[in-house]
């Protein structure tokens, strides 16, 4: 996961998950993070945790049958990271530069380190389709 700001690389993110065979809920286990400079280097590894060290535990990303109502932890890293969603509609309408996409997934994040709260929007059989301002620009080339 790579996020840039001004055009200028600001993180890089590697993120561990897995799915559950049976159930289809995706568990998230960490991620590596590295936060880089406007010279392009790396200045720190802020944010990074795995579970099992330092307190913290593995979240569940997304569940394989989500509920409306429904709220989990993504990320259990006390003091690191505690991104925590509730699902609030799971037959969004979304419109974005990509199309219109129908029955969407929309969950509010927000976490207890900090007042941000987030909207993320999952379009069936596509991925994330909108999250705040970033939006898809174009669907993806379907896999052969």
Excluded at 1 to 14: A, C, F, Q
Excluded at 93 to 114: D, I, W
Excluded at 132 to 139: G, T
């Amino acid at each position: 996961e790579r996020e840039t700001k001004n055009g200028k690389l600001v993180e890089v993110s590697r993120n561990f998950m897995a799915t559950d065979k049976n159930t289809g809920d995706v568990y998230y286990f960490g991620e590596d993070v590295d936060n880089y400079n406007n010279e392009g280097k790396v200045v720190n590894h802020d944010s990074a945790w795995r579970a099992g060290a330092g307190g913290a535990r593995f979240g569940l990303m997304m569940p394989g049958k989500p509920m409306v109502g429904q709220a989990f932890y993504q990320e259990i890293a006390p003091k690191v990271a505690m991104d925590r969603v509730e699902v609030v509609s799971t037959n969004e309408t979304v419109t974005t530069p990509a199309g219109t996409f129908k029955n969407c997934l929309h969950l509010r994040e927000s976490t207890p380190l900090g007042r941000d709260v987030s909207h993320k929007y999952y379009a069936p059989g596509i991925g994330i389709i909108k999250d705040d301002e970033f939006e898809l620009a174009e669907r993806p080339v379907a896999a052969r």
